[in-house]
C-alpha cells in the first residue's frame, strides 16, 4: 500500500452537502473512519447540516444506498465507508472488486462523485493501522471529497454552459459553436 499521501489543498467546503454512507459491520473502526473523516469535512467548514449520514450494514449494501443518494441530485460529492477484513474464505476480494467498480459506476452514471472509502486489509491490525492509528484513511477520505465536489462544481458550470450553446453537427467545421 502507497503511503505517498497527495498534498491537502486548502479548500473551503461551506457551501458544500456531502452525503456519508456507513456499513455498520466492524463497526469500530468504521466510527472511526466517520469520526475522522468528518472532522476533516468540518476542518475545510463544510456546515454540519450539510453532512448528512445513513448507515448500511455492511459495505457490500453500500452501492445500492450511495446510487440511491445520488439519485436524489442533492449532493456535491459522497462518500462510502467500511471495512472489509480477509477471513478464511476469498469473501473479501469478492466484496472488494464488486464494491469498487459499483462505486466508480455510481459516480459515472450519476455524476455525483463518490469516494470509495471502503478499508480492505489482510488482518485486523491493519485495519486499525489505517482507520485508528497514523494511516489516518478517514481524513484522507474528507479531504477527497472536497477535492471531487470543487471539481465537480468547476467542471460541472462549464458543462452547463456547453449545453447551453447549439453545436451545428452539419457544419464542415468540426464541432462548430453558433
Known sequence: MSQDKP??????????VIGIIAASYNNDLVEALLKKTVAALRAAKVK???????????????????????????????????????????????????????????????????????VVTLNRAQAEA????ELDRGTEFGSAALVMAQHRANLGFHLDHLAEEEIDFNSDEPWERN
Do not use: Q, W
Not at 112 to 118: A, F, H, L
Not at 130 to 133: A, V
Open 48 to 118: 454540519e447540516e450539510n453532512i448528512h449520514l445513513r448507515r448500511v450494514p455492511g459495505s457490500g449494501e453500500l452501492p445500492y444506498v450511495t446510487y440511491m443518494a445520488a439519485e436524489l441530485g442533492e449532493y456535491d460529492c459522497l462518500i462510502a465507508l467500511g471495512v472489509v477484513i480477509a477471513g478464511d474464505t476469498p469473501h473479501h476480494e469478492i466484496i472488494a472488486h464488486a464494491t469498487a467498480k459499483s462505486l466508480i459506476d455510481i459516480s459515472l452514471r450519476t455524476e455525483v462523485p463518490v469516494i470509495n472509502g471502503i
Open 130 to 133: 489505517r482507520c485508528l492509528g
Open 7 to 16: 498534498s491537502t489543498p486548502n479548500l473551503s467546503g461551506e457551501d458544500f
